[in-house]
């Protein structure tokens, strides 16, 4: 068992001289087959070389994730990506120069010079370029070339602040690099290309009606990850794991306002009655017209940029006070409420009420 080391960043926002030190002998670790953990714009990633079959082994040994489930490679610059993968077809370039860098991935044909260790088995690699300097400082110290999953042991949610990291990775890697809280707060958007019609694998910030105004023409979603019951699996392999989920069971509440606030706070007086421990995860429109044991404000309803930046926080202080029961307002599936939808759904399991 490795012991972890703690890399405190003076302005992770704006990297100082000294951080930079600090970063160049991260990076240089990583080049020796070291792990470290980093911040990025949407959640800490695990990261080790990518090109290192050994690093990527020891990756899914550390999250313990099955070796099935292909890992992000991370660049710093476009000129780096034509080394690992194909980047031929046009709507590359058109989507590279609409999001990156920034919370979009994709995925491409890839190289030789990929190890299949990396790539899950597959003939496609994920490519990713992070906008978060921490991260791009990093990626260019360690050669060039970062395979990083979220920082999360496997079915835990995403970690979103580096005392999460700790939490899951403590013991199990190298270096954390300590950003603070990252600003989006859910994974990457992610756009497969290696299809003659360009397909989201997994809803991110970057939505939809974005990625088609890039590309000049509508985008379609993965229908397994819309409806679990389509019969599919997912193209992302993982997206099919149940991932996200807190130890308590959680469950949607759908419908009309008057009604859902009925039903929760129904659903706490039952919980009660029956003697387990129940949280709400509210928007701040219904903060102050409920009650239960653990009561979480998300953010406001028209916030969505607030509600996705809060969720997996919210989602592991359950864990932490033990909850038993959780019940969620809904949210909208348009926009990044889809991503957010996403998440929560998996979270739960799918478990959804309509009042
Ligand atoms: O925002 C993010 O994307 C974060 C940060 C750290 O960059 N990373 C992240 O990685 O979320 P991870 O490993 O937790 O999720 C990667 C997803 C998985 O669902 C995986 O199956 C899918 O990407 N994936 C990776 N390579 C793929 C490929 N070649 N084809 C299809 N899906 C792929
Ligand atoms: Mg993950």
């Not at 260790?117 to 994920?126: C, I, N, R, S, Y």
């Not at 991260?135 to 496997?154: C, D, K, M, Q």
Request: aromatic residues 4%; negative net charge; glycine residues 10%.
């Amino acid at each position: 068992m490795p012991e972890t080391e703690i890399i405190q960043l003076d302005n992770p926002g704006n990297p100082t001289p000294g951080d930079r030190e600090k970063l160049r002998a991260a990076g240089a670790r990583i080049r020796e087959g070291a792990l470290a953990a980093f911040p990025t714009e949407t959640v800490y990633g695990l990261g080790g070389d990518a090109l290192n079959p050994e690093s990527s082994r020891r990756i899914y040994a550390a999250k313990g994730r099955p070796s099935d489930n292909p890992l992000i490679v991370h660049v710093c610059s476009l000129e780096a990506i034509d080394r690992i993968a194909d980047t031929s077809d046009p709507n590359f370039a058109k989507l590279a120069d609409a999001f990156w860098p920034g919370p979009m991935t994709l995925i491409l044909p890839k190289k030789e010079i990929v190890p299949r260790e990396t790539t899950g088995g597959l003939e496609t690699v994920a490519v990713r370029m992070p906008s978060d300097p921490v991260a791009a400082l990093l990626i260019e110290y360690a050669g060039g070339y970062i395979a990083a999953p979220s920082a999360n042991l496997s079915g835990r949610p995403s970690p979103t602040d580096a005392e999460h990291v700790i939490q899951d990775l403590g013991g199990r890697v190298e270096l954390i690099i300590d950003g603070g809280e990252n600003p989006i707060g859910l994974e990457s958007t992610i756009v497969d290309l290696t299809v003659p019609d360009p397909v989201i694998l997994r809803p991110g910030y970057i939505t939809d009606k974005m990625l088609a105004e890039a590309l000049g023409r509508p985008v379609e979603t993965d229908r397994a990850i819309l409806d679990p019951d389509s019969g599919k699996a997912p193209k992302a392999p993982g997206m099919k794991y149940r991932h996200y989920a807190p130890k308590g069971e959680l469950t949607i509440v759908e419908g009309e306002e008057s009604a859902v606030l009925a039903y929760l706070r129904e659903a706490v007086q039952k919980a009660h009655g029956s003697g387990r421990k129940v949280g709400l995860i509210v928007t701040a429109e219904h903060a102050q017209a409920l009650k239960a044991d653990v009561l979480r404000c998300i953010g406001s309803r028209n916030r969505e940029d607030e509600i996705a930046h809060n969720l997996y926080r919210i989602l592991r202080e359950f864990d932490d006070e033990q909850v038993e029961v959780i019940y969620s307002e809904g949210f909208a599936d348009t926009g990044l409420g889809q991503a957010i939808m996403n998440r929560l759904l998996k979270a739960a399991g799918h478990r959804v009420v309509r009042v």
